[in-house]
């Protein structure tokens, strides 16, 4: 069909309907800007930029476009009939907005899609707007399960280029927190993984013990996610009286509470059944995918960012790496659950061994003074407004830090030209990295079992599109 | 080689289990949480304290505080003094259909005229009334707890 930038001759105006007692018709609009004919690419998963045929050879080695040849160029004929199924951006077992296009031969998926950008918000962007001091409130939207680990790295980052150093204090509750997190994400990652597959009751259960997490962020930090807690230079206040018994009861209840989801899904043949052999990933492709975490685990390679490449004194804590053997969807539901006992051990060293002294750096330069010198002193009142005003200083040049999140690998990526603000951010998302695997994962695999594969990767979208 | 179907009995022994045990929810309009002292509910504001400096509304990441203000002299303290000049707020509205509680107008206020009251119903069927205007957000200091939360 054309169309064409011609008025529609038949379309009524109001004025010479209200004449003839017609009803208005409303005038056909050309929704091709190319005027007469419809442009090639009319499909809205051709998101990649086609570059003309010329060049088209060259970008596709050098991996910048990706031959999109989902459309069935032949009709398909006897048994070779094959489908292609849109599932999300708006399904409730894709974990946010993530949308699927599977191919399928009948029951079996062939191909698959995965198509993001749905939550973009442009977060990197925002955070060259953003003070150093207050981007924390920016990264901490990201991962939204994990926000203690996004402020870390980003912390991490920005004293990386300021070579701030960070008292012991702060380093140990950053660690206290970032475990505590691991483990509440974790919970939701076995809730949700479980739920997907139809065990409600499991994630009933994750997310109220998760909450006891939560209530003890928020005795701590004000809130119970988006904490801006951890900040450059420190944290942003110290932990709360009491916090010992609080974090002691967590530790108390979680084992029992371990224990249940390990009598509901250890040995429940449902369970076992939709998840072994399912959505298997070899430690080659997930090592060329990129993906870390638990899914890389999964596969047999100890590869942990906290044994690493320690970051914030993580070293001096005695843990194991978890690893699976199969790399399917049940190896990381173990190493989930493994990891939950690994991360109560740490915060268990790390309460025990919290040493005294200041959560926040002693650099002026960084810090603001203490209050109780406001009040006191001009120049403590002057160098207050400085500081905030135009935010910290801080040196040219470029950093890479990274840490273990739940998920996998987080990295920060931070460019400063010398001012308050940073000229680039960039974070290596690890549900970004992670979400390639689909494809290879869900290969000739069974559709009942894509939102087992897919919850398996803990995807968080927020994470993925940033 | 344990008895087929035992793991999912033991799995549903746990959900059994839990029947009887007291449900964990809390049953919101009747039964309240009491919030923790460092809670963000909402912002209260000290017009007294005030000097209008701006801080808070520079340093907000949303830009979601409205600040207007005037220069007033004052009656020297005593005859022949000196007449001194002290900043009166006109306008200090927060739009908490923007803010996301990040507390960093709380922490850069120099005077000690913000504080976080952990007050945390005040929803509103239109957008419009999440603008607290200054007399509102005045009205929320009677609530904020000593010693301020998070404050430093
Ligand atoms: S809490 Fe944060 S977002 Fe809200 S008004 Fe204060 S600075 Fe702005
Ligand atoms: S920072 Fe404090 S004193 Fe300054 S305008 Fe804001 S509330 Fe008033």
């Not at chain 1, 004293?159 to 927190?177: F, N, S, V, W, Y």
């Not at chain 1, 638990?294 to 843990?319: C, H, M, V």
């Not at chain 1, 308050?420 to 994962?441: C, D, E, V």
């Not at chain 2, 007449?83 to 927060?94: G, P, Q, S």
Request: proline share 7%; glycine share 8%.
């Amino acid at each position: 069909m054309t169309r064409t930038n011609e008025p529609d001759q038949t379309a009524l105006t109001g004025e010479a309907a209200a004449q003839t007692g017609e009803r208005p018709r409303r005038r056909t609009v050309d929704v091709w800007l190319t005027g007469t004919e419809e442009p090639d690419y009319t499909d809205e998963a051709s998101q990649e930029f086609q570059p003309d045929d010329t060049e088209r050879e060259l970008a596709e080695q050098l991996g910048s476009v990706v031959d999109d040849d989902y459309f069935i160029e032949e009709q398909p004929q006897g048994d070779d009939e094959r489908m292609i199924v849109n599932m999300g951006p708006q399904h409730p077992s894709t974990h946010g907005v993530l949308r699927l296009q599977i191919e399928l031969e009948g029951e079996i998926i062939r191909r698959t899609k995965p198509i993001i950008g749905y939550l973009h918000t442009g977060m990197e962007k925002t955070a060259e707007d953003l003070m150093f001091m207050q981007g924390g409130t920016n990264v901490t939207r990201m991962d939204y399960l994990a926000p203690f680990h996004n402020e870390l790295c980003y912390s991490l980052a920005v004293e990386r280029l300021l070579g701030t150093d960070i008292p012991p204090r702060a380093q140990a509750i950053r660690i206290l927190m970032t475990e505590l997190n691991r483990i509440s994400s974790h919970l939701v990652a076995l809730a949700t993984n479980a739920m997907d597959v139809g065990a409600i009751s499991m994630m009933l259960y994750g997310f109220r013990d998760r909450e006891q997490i939560l209530d003890f962020f928020e005795k701590a930090t004000g809130l119970r996610m988006n904490h801006n807690y951890i900040r450059p230079g420190g944290v942003a206040a110290d932990l709360p009286p009491g916090w010992r018994a609080d974090v002691t009861e967590i530790l108390d209840t979680l084992p029992r509470r371990l224990d249940q989801y390990d009598a509901i899904l250890e040995k429940n043949p449902i369970w076992v059944e939709r998840t072994q052999n399912v959505g298997v990933v070899t430690t080659e492709e997930a090592l060329a995918y990129g993906l870390t975490g638990p899914t890389l685990r999964a596969t047999g390679l100890e590869w942990d960012l906290r044994k690493s490449n320690p970051y914030s004194g993580i070293e001096q804590y005695e843990f194991d790496v978890i690893t699976g053997e199969n790399g399917d969807v049940y190896d990381r539901y173990r190493i989930r659950v493994d990891e939950i006992y690994q991360s109560m051990n740490i915060v268990k060293q790390v309460t025990d061994t919290m040493p005294k002294g200041d959560y926040m750096t002693g650099d002026r330069k960084v810090a603001p003074p203490p209050r109780g010198r406001i009040n006191e002193s001009m120049e403590a009142l002057i160098h207050h407004f400085k500081l905030f005003t135009e935010g910290f200083r801080v040196p040219e040049g470029e950093t890479y830090a990274a840490v273990e999140s739940p998920r996998g690998e987080l990295g920060c990526y931070l460019v400063s030209t010398g001012g308050g603000k940073p000229w680039r951010m960039h974070t290596r998302a690890p549900s970004f990295y992670n979400i390639q695997g689909l494809p290879i994962m869900m290969a000739d695999s069974l559709v009942a079992d894509t939102v087992a594969t897919i919850a398996s990767l803990d995807p968080i979208m927020g994470d993925v599109d940033r | 080689m344990t008895l087929p179907g035992y793991g999912l009995l033991k799995g549903m022994g746990v959900t059994l289990r839990q029947m009887f045990r007291k449900p964990i929810t809390v049953q919101y309009p009747k039964v309240r949480e009491t919030p923790v002292p460092r809670a963000r509910g909402v912002i209260a504001l000290d017009q007294e304290a005030c000097t209008v400096c701006m801080l808070c509304a520079r340093q907000c990441p949303d830009w979601c505080i409205y600040i207007e203000g005037h220069k007033e002299e004052q009656e020297p303290s005593k005859p022949g003094g000196r007449v001194r000049v002290r900043a009166e707020l006109d306008r200090f509205d927060i739009d908490y259909a923007l803010c996301m509680y990040c507390g960093i107008c709380v922490e850069v206020c120099p005077f000690d005229a913000l504080f976080w009251s952990p007050e945390y119903e005040y929803t509103e069927h239109n957008m419009d009334g999440m603008l607290h205007d200054m007399d509102r957000l005045q009205d929320w200091l009677a609530t904020v707890p000593e010693p301020p939360g998070l404050q430093q």
